[in-house]
């Protein structure tokens, strides 16, 4: 089977995230992957002289696009499209419903000539998590079109309000739409009936067969360890881990990402630890050496309707989880303590420092996360897909 994925992110980002984690899952069945992601616009060519994380992964990103296109394992290609027409609130002619409705159209090279090229003209799914290219949709012959909505696009402060039109589009079109929040379910039942929820999951293997030896950073901390990994945007509450730190002077705060918002509070606070990106490869022995993970997100509208694949992470390597409550995450029924308040999440903590290594507690986290696993979650789309085609033919005979 072959399958073209447009998606949100690269695949070889600091950060892997679900489509990643689906488009390894469908290559372990024996399937072909076109992995295509961003675009990068030519504005953004400009993150290419960035000397941080980010700029390394422009740099690779641009390079994967000079390229051609780079090959992974088994059946995966990987692929950059660069386009003329960037999508941005913060550029008069990118928020414009023309730049996201034919973002694609101007491409160089033209990705219809690339993906007609690579041979999936006409794949068996197409499969778009990414609404800047839903003109695929339209676009690409495929005998089955799905569209994967894993966050609420419409509430990141950069992206243009017409996203909303091309996200109602997308809903229309798509032979198929699955979402990652029972929320964006709820939001999106006033267009469509139909649409099914697949929460995100864990390669529950890799963390389970992945080295655990002490991180070198670890050897000269002492006490418990509190752990953060993933994005630090706008959502991530700054103040709040400044005021556990301070409340747990004794317990190390070991934060991974790329920070992209400032970190200042945090900066005179001797056990807090900014370490930040590291290789996805290596997460396993940060977590599996950690006390309690945390997941300190601010209450936005943007979050409600966050699924995180942290949480699963966490819990694969037996850690106990606190975090922000909102909505979708206390729908999930996790082992996860959620809070409503900094005093909350500080008791929270006092407490399961008490059992954090109670080993009946970290096999109730390992269980809820291994039977959450994207080999599963990649096997539950294909069976809609084999659904579809199946009505579709069905249909055709009457």
Request: charged share 25%.
């Amino acid at each position: 089977m072959k399958l073209l994925m447009a998606t949100h992110n690269f695949y070889t980002q600091v950060y892997k995230v679900g489509d990643s984690h689906l488009a390894d899952a469908f290559v372990d069945m024996g399937h072909q992957v076109l992995y295509l992601s961003g675009p990068i616009n030519v504005f953004r060519t400009r993150h290419i002289l960035d000397r941080g994380p980010i700029g390394k992964e422009y740099r690779r990103a641009f390079m994967t696009w000079l390229r051609g296109g780079v090959a992974h394992k088994g059946d995966l290609l990987e692929y950059h499209p660069l386009t003329l027409l960037p999508v941005s609130r913060r550029i008069p002619f990118g928020n414009t419903s023309l730049a996201l409705f034919r973002n694609i159209t101007l491409t160089f090279p033209p990705l219809i000539q690339y993906i007609k090229k690579h041979g999936f003209a006409h794949p068996d799914v197409l499969l778009v998590s990414q609404l800047q290219m839903a003109e695929l949709l339209d676009r690409v012959d495929a005998k089955v079109k799905i569209l994967r909505l894993t966050d609420d696009i419409p509430s990141f402060e950069s992206v243009p309000d017409e996203i909303r039109l091309v996200e109602k589009y997308a809903v229309e079109k798509a032979d198929i739409v699955t979402v990652t929040s029972a929320v964006l379910k709820e939001r999106l039942s006033s267009i469509r009936k139909d649409i099914v929820y697949i929460p995100n999951a864990v390669d529950y293997e890799f963390y389970h067969s992945a080295d655990r030896s002490l991180p070198s950073e670890y050897k000269r901390m002492k006490g418990p360890i509190v752990i953060y990994v993933g994005a630090i945007d706008n959502w991530f509450d700054v103040d709040l881990v400044a005021y556990l730190a301070k409340l747990y002077p004794r317990v190390n705060f070991v934060i991974i990402g790329i920070p992209k918002i400032s970190m200042d509070p945090l900066a005179k606070l001797s056990n807090v630890h900014i370490l930040g990106a590291r290789p996805y490869s290596q997460l396993p022995r940060y977590l599996w050496n950690a006390t309690i993970g945390i997941i300190p997100f601010k209450k936005l509208p943007l979050i409600e309707s966050v699924n995180p694949i942290k949480l699963w992470e966490y819990m694969a390597c037996g850690l106990p989880v606190i975090s922000t409550r909102w909505e979708e995450l206390a729908r999930l029924n996790s082992p996860a303590l959620l809070v409503d308040s900094y005093e909350d999440f500080g008791e929270r903590m006092h407490e399961v420092l008490q059992i954090a290594n109670d080993l009946n507690f970290k096999e109730l986290c390992m269980n809820y996360a291994a039977v959450n696993t994207w080999n599963k979650r990649a096997q539950q789309i294909l069976r809609l897909v084999d659904k579809s085609e199946r009505k579709a033919h069905a249909f055709s005979i009457d």
